[in-house]
């Protein structure tokens, strides 16, 4: 049995306070009259003169800048200009290292282009250990002025230059170079089949190439030419759990899947509420608008039974609130209890009495509702609002609500009904703050006001918005918030808010695109959050810009990996036009706005209902369709085949240039049985191996060398299934040869 082998390497923090370094400007590539070295030390946001400046905008450009004596570079800092200026950094890369000709990329990144000045955490770990540098380098790649030069205003560097914490990390990377170096000969020689020469390096250095286990795989298979064999060994290595990392980097794959419709179901809808009880693998929904009315049923859909049951035609014959849309609701799993508040109100319903912000909770078990209060805002709660969102915190009873626009007596006679898309009517809107309630006390909190736009750039704060999406991190206790609409603004920020200390954490502030910015962001998206896997998944709907949104429909799918700070889109369409949503209505569901989307964490799956497919011909159209998404990464089983498929295909290749016979049998029921001939390119790649059989075998018979260079081209395509810390080095020898 082949074991998941420990990591020996143990990781050699910094964690001493950081300070600033000292530097001067090494060499730079080009620079302007005005340029003075020490400048771009001092902040002088005022001066004009006070920064390096390209003479050119076409890289490669570069400023680099010696320490005064080696540091472990922790972070950097930019400053501005006092205003927007042209020659800011849109894009720059960071390299470090402690000499000028050898350094390794620390960031990849830009700037925004504004007066604040930023800092970014630099790359400074190598293997798990701390690596000091002697030299920065700067390198600019795009400036906000598509046509100017580059100019840097001012820069600080910032990590840990003391003795005792350098000096031991300059060691270990001297250390490590060599290691590294031998490695790559180490590498060079088993490749070329130097065998002495390889045995005679490793003898003198006890340097390992790899981890034990590969060596025996490379043993196995490049040496012995035991296919069989390396098969064994690539199913024991999956059972041992070795290949779990690879399993676990790989991206998903998303399928729509349409769910039967009962004769009993909820009809066309859009702007209505759903909540999921995973225990019981139950969604509520609740709601809506269905083009002509606000509606006031409660539906429940059984999935295991696949089977929708009416709860009851009118909740408020029941007790319970009236008809309405643009609502939120939110589940406590634990309680079965399900909460709602808010409504959106047409202009000529807004009376003094419809305005009060009615606030209901719903057991489940006793099929009853409960008015908690008629009128939340008399109990320090928000207003009556629509398009907010609110989430609870199961363990503690606590329902946060944030944003949404408040219902006032006054609108503009040009106001029309949103559908739970976004703003409209009056020119001032009024938006609502985050407000706590907690549920065993029946007390709300106000939490953050609304923050005025003349304060918006001062400091992180919460900028009340509707169409925006709110998940709350049970583990993290934070609530994540991203995107929405604000007045005419559509915002593309993400940020964070600890429930238990209040502070915010700016992800992105969505000015540009970075690594950490969802492309699709709006105010049309749907979010769900899976704790466990620690990810945030969103569902974009129709184009932000309501005009173009004919043109620009499109359906996709984004991954949010929390720990990683990385966001990946796994499913877009961007089709247009009727007849082809037509012709796919029962393969995957249109774009649309007002639509929900729910997320059963047990059991990894998404649902969809209903929604605004935004046809200008048709307005009042609404959607009933109903829709499974379920997200798959490779199984082991796919691994195990798909690694068995490229080690038989080795094999019949082999034996195609030497015994056409043997490899025509093989072909017909080795590699055969264990190609998917469901899968059309498997397939087509499988029928186009018989080729080999009829080629010229003069000309490609294999020798001695080709045999091994065909063995070790195997061999290092199966290492990419383990982790890097078990494989040889990814770099060649050859490569560092200067041409």
Same mark, same amino acid.
């Given at each position: 049995?082949?074991?998941?082998?420990?990591?020996?390497?143990?990781?050699?923090?910094?964690?001493?306070?950081?300070?600033?370094?000292?530097?001067?400007? $090494?060499?730079?590539?080009?620079?302007?009259?005005?340029?003075?070295?020490?400048?771009?030390?001092?902040?002088?946001?005022?001066?004009?003169?006070?920064?390096?400046?390209? !003479?050119?905008?076409?890289?490669?450009?570069?400023?680099?800048?010696?320490?005064?004596?080696?540091?472990?570079?922790?972070?950097?800092?930019?400053?501005?200009?006092?205003?927007?200026?042209?020659?800011?950094?849109?894009?720059?890369?960071?390299?470090?290292?402690?000499?000028?000709?050898?350094?390794?990329?620390?960031?990849?990144?830009?700037?925004?282009?504004?007066?604040?000045?930023?800092?970014?955490?630099?790359?400074?770990?190598?293997?798990?250990?701390?690596?000091?540098?002697?030299?920065?380098?700067?390198?600019?790649?795009?400036?906000?002025?598509?046509?100017?030069?580059?100019?840097?205003?001012?820069?600080?560097?910032?990590?840990?230059?003391?003795?005792?914490?350098?000096?031991?990390?300059?060691?270990?990377?001297?250390?490590?170079?060599?290691?590294?170096?031998?490695?790559?000969?180490?590498?060079?020689?088993?490749?070329?089949?130097?065998?002495?020469?390889?045995?005679? =390096?490793?003898?003198?250095?006890?340097?390992?190439?790899?981890?034990?286990? =590969?060596?025996?795989?490379?043993?196995?298979?490049?040496?012995?030419?035991?296919?069989?064999?390396?098969?064994?060994?690539?199913?024991?290595?999956?059972?041992?759990?070795?290949?779990?990392?690879?399993?676990?980097?790989?991206?998903?794959?998303?399928?729509? $899947?349409? =769910?039967?419709?009962?004769?009993?179901?909820?009809?066309?809808?859009?702007?209505?509420?759903?909540?999921?009880?995973?225990?019981?693998?139950?969604?509520?929904?609740?709601?809506?608008?269905?083009?002509?009315?606000?509606?006031?049923?409660?539906?429940?859909?059984?999935?295991?039974?696949?089977?929708?049951?009416?709860?009851?035609?009118?909740?408020?014959?029941?007790?319970?609130?009236?008809?309405?849309?643009?609502?939120?609701?939110?589940?406590?799993? !634990?309680?079965?209890?399900?909460?709602?508040?808010?409504?959106?109100?047409?202009?000529?319903?807004?009376?003094?009495?419809?305005?009060?912000?009615?606030?209901?909770?719903?057991?489940?078990?006793?099929?009853?509702?409960?008015?908690?209060?008629?009128?939340?805002?008399?109990?320090?709660?928000?207003?009556?609002?629509?398009?907010?969102?609110?989430?609870?915190?199961?363990?503690?009873?606590?329902?946060?609500?944030?944003?949404?626009?408040?219902?006032?007596?006054?609108?503009?006679?040009?106001?029309?009904?949103?559908?739970?898309?976004?703003?409209?009517?009056?020119?001032?809107?009024?938006?609502?703050?985050?407000?706590?309630?907690?549920?065993?006390?029946?007390?709300?909190?106000?939490?953050?006001?609304?923050?005025?736009?003349?304060?918006?750039?001062?400091?992180?704060?919460?900028?009340?918005?509707?169409?925006?999406?709110?998940?709350?991190?049970?583990?993290?206790?934070?609530?994540?918030?991203?995107?929405?609409?604000?007045?005419?603004?559509?915002?593309?920020?993400?940020?964070?808010?600890?429930?238990?200390?209040?502070?915010?954490?700016?992800?992105?502030?969505?000015?540009?695109?970075?690594?950490?910015?969802?492309?699709?962001?709006?105010?049309?998206?749907?979010?769900?959050?899976?704790?466990?896997?620690?990810?945030?998944?969103?569902?974009?709907?129709?184009?932000?810009?309501?005009?173009?949104?004919?043109?620009?429909?499109?359906?996709?799918?984004?991954?949010?990996?929390?720990?990683?700070?990385?966001?990946?889109?796994?499913?877009?369409?961007?089709?247009?036009?009727?007849?082809?949503?037509?012709?796919?209505?029962?393969?995957?569901?249109?774009?649309?706005?007002?639509?929900?989307?729910?997320?059963?964490?047990?059991?990894?799956?998404?649902?969809?209902?209903?929604?605004?497919?935004?046809?200008?011909?048709?307005?009042?159209?609404? =959607?009933?369709?109903?829709?499974?998404?379920?997200?798959?990464?490779?199984?082991?089983?796919?691994?195990?085949?798909?690694?068995?498929?490229?080690?038989?295909?080795?094999?019949?290749?082999?034996?195609?240039?030497?015994?056409?016979?043997?490899?025509?049998?093989?072909?017909?029921?080795?590699?055969?049985?264990?190609?998917?001939?469901?899968?059309?390119?498997?397939?087509?790649?499988?029928?186009?191996?018989?080729?080999?059989?009829?080629?010229?075998?003069?000309?490609?018979?294999?020798?001695?060398?080709?045999? $091994?260079?065909?063995?070790?081209?195997?061999?290092?395509?199966?290492?990419?299934?383990?982790?890097?810390?078990?494989?040889?080095?990814?770099?060649?020898?050859?490569?560092?040869?200067?041409?």
């Amino acid at each position: 049995m082949i074991m998941a082998a420990e990591d020996s390497g143990s990781a050699n923090t910094v964690d001493i306070a950081m300070e600033k370094l000292d530097y001067s400007v $090494h060499k730079c590539s080009s620079f302007s009259a005005s340029f003075v070295p020490s400048n771009i030390q001092e902040n002088k946001s005022t001066d004009q003169t006070s920064r390096w400046s390209s !003479e050119s905008n076409n890289p490669p450009q570069f400023l680099i800048l010696k320490l005064s004596k080696p540091a472990i570079v922790k972070s950097i800092t930019f400053g501005k200009y006092e205003k927007n200026h042209v020659c800011n950094l849109k894009k720059f890369k960071i390299f470090g290292g402690m000499t000028e000709e050898r350094m390794l990329e620390l960031l990849d990144t830009g700037l925004r282009n504004d007066n604040i000045e930023e800092t970014f955490p630099l790359r400074h770990n190598v293997g798990g250990h701390a690596f000091p540098c002697r030299y920065i380098k700067i390198m600019p790649l795009q400036s906000w002025g598509p046509c100017f030069n580059f100019s840097i205003w001012f820069v600080l560097l910032s990590g840990v230059n003391k003795p005792e914490v350098v000096e031991p990390a300059l060691e270990w990377f001297i250390e490590y170079q060599k290691r590294e170096a031998i490695r790559l000969c180490l590498k060079h020689f088993r490749q070329m089949n130097y065998t002495e020469a390889f045995d005679a =390096l490793q003898r003198e250095t006890q340097v390992e190439l790899e981890d034990p286990l =590969l060596s025996r795989l490379h043993s196995t298979l490049v040496e012995q030419g035991d296919y069989q064999a390396a098969e064994g060994f690539m199913e024991q290595a999956l059972t041992g759990g070795l290949l779990n990392w690879y399993v676990s980097k790989q991206e998903y794959r998303a399928v729509w $899947h349409m =769910l039967a419709s009962d004769k009993t179901r909820p009809g066309m809808r859009g702007g209505h509420q759903m909540c999921m009880d995973p225990h019981t693998e139950t969604i509520y929904l609740l709601g809506g608008w269905d083009g002509n009315q606000d509606l006031s049923d409660l539906w429940a859909y059984h999935v295991p039974t696949k089977h929708w049951t009416l709860i009851t035609r009118d909740t408020e014959l029941e007790g319970g609130p009236s008809a309405r849309s643009c609502h939120k609701m939110c589940l406590d799993p !634990e309680r079965r209890q399900i909460f709602t508040l808010g409504r959106y109100l047409d202009t000529q319903y807004r009376t003094p009495e419809n305005l009060k912000s009615d606030f209901y909770v719903y057991d489940i078990d006793s099929n009853q509702w409960t008015l908690i209060t008629d009128d939340t805002a008399t109990m320090g709660g928000p207003q009556l609002i629509f398009d907010h969102q609110m989430c609870m915190d199961v363990a503690a009873r606590t329902i946060y609500v944030f944003g949404g626009r408040v219902l006032t007596a006054h609108a503009s006679v040009s106001e029309e009904r949103p559908g739970c898309l976004g703003l409209v009517g009056s020119s001032e809107p009024i938006f609502s703050g985050l407000y706590s309630y907690h549920v065993a006390t029946n007390t709300w909190k106000l939490l953050c006001s609304d923050i005025p736009p003349s304060n918006s750039n001062t400091e992180p704060g919460l900028r009340s918005r509707v169409g925006h999406s709110m998940l709350f991190h049970p583990i993290e206790r934070k609530l994540f918030i991203f995107a929405g609409q604000r007045s005419k603004e559509y915002l593309n920020d993400f940020l964070t808010y600890d429930v238990d200390t209040g502070v915010i954490r700016v992800i992105s502030d969505g000015s540009k695109k970075h690594i950490n910015s969802l492309s699709a962001a709006g105010f049309t998206q749907r979010a769900t959050i899976d704790p466990t896997l620690n990810e945030i998944y969103v569902l974009s709907g129709l184009s932000k810009d309501k005009e173009k949104r004919d043109d620009n429909v499109q359906n996709s799918f984004w991954v949010y990996y929390i720990a990683q700070d990385r966001w990946s889109c796994v499913y877009q369409n961007e089709n247009t036009g009727e007849q082809y949503w037509n012709k796919m209505q029962h393969v995957e569901p249109c774009p649309r706005f007002a639509h929900q989307l729910v997320y059963d964490h047990v059991n990894k799956v998404h649902y969809l209902f209903g929604g605004n497919p935004g046809r200008s011909c048709l307005p009042k159209l609404r =959607l009933d369709d109903f829709w499974k998404l379920s997200l798959f990464k490779p199984s082991h089983s796919q691994l195990l085949q798909r690694c068995k498929v490229l080690i038989r295909t080795f094999r019949y290749r082999e034996l195609a240039m030497t015994e056409s016979l043997s490899a025509l049998h093989y072909l017909q029921t080795s590699l055969s049985e264990i190609i998917d001939h469901q899968d059309p390119d498997q397939t087509k790649e499988f029928q186009q191996l018989a080729s080999l059989i009829f080629q010229d075998k003069k000309c490609q018979s294999l020798g001695e060398s080709d045999l $091994h260079q065909h063995r070790f081209k195997l061999y290092e395509q199966l290492a990419v299934f383990f982790p890097e810390s078990m494989t040889q080095p990814t770099g060649n020898l050859m490569d560092l040869v200067p041409l």
